[in-house]
């Protein structure tokens, strides 16, 4: 609030005129309406006499008012919380991005286990691969091995196909 904007509020909540304080200064209406306006200012003797007659003190008049610092306490007060509500976000990305280090050791866990499920590893491996990151901690280690897992996985199917269409066995006829 400035201090034109202060004249004026305190000339109002007392019930007096621009008329009425200037009559009392012994100044022109215009005087009192560019301070208000903030277009020019009270000298110092002036402000002595405003005090007076507003029955305020000059420190009311020249400092700010209970109502700018209740402002400033209420933008603070939000502020905080703000900064509360970002910090809880990052606590949550960072919790998020720590989760990415723990999927690491599951893709490279699933990826060993798929050998066991032969030939489905055929579907598991792919599923691994396409969710591995790049930033994974165990990323080319789990490549590697999905490689080598699905080439097993192939082999295990191509095993099964042939054995059970008895294909590459000879019959023997006598």
Do not use: C
């Amino acid at each position: 609030m400035t201090l034109g904007q202060r004249l004026k509020k305190v000339r109002v909540d007392k019930g007096y005129s621009q008329n009425d304080v200037a009559t009392f200064l012994n100044i022109s209406r215009q005087s009192i309406s560019r301070w208000e306006t903030d277009k020019s200012y009270p000298d110092i003797d002036n402000l002595v006499e405003l005090s007076k007659y507003y029955e305020v003190s000059i420190d009311e008049l020249l400092i700010e008012t209970k109502e700018l610092q209740q402002e400033i306490n209420e933008k603070t007060e939000q502020m905080n919380k703000n900064i509360e509500e970002i910090e809880g976000k990052q606590k949550k990305l960072n919790q998020l991005l720590s989760v990415d280090n723990d999927e690491s050791w599951i893709l490279l866990l699933f990826t060993v286990f798929s050998i066991a499920i032969a030939p489905f590893g055929l579907i598991s491996i792919p599923l691994i691969l396409w969710r591995n990151k790049t930033n994974n901690q165990f990323s080319k280690l789990i490549i590697g091995i999905s490689i080598l897992i699905f080439i097993y996985n192939f082999y295990i199917l191509y095993l099964g196909i042939t054995s059970s269409l008895d294909i590459g066995t000879q019959i023997n006829i006598q």
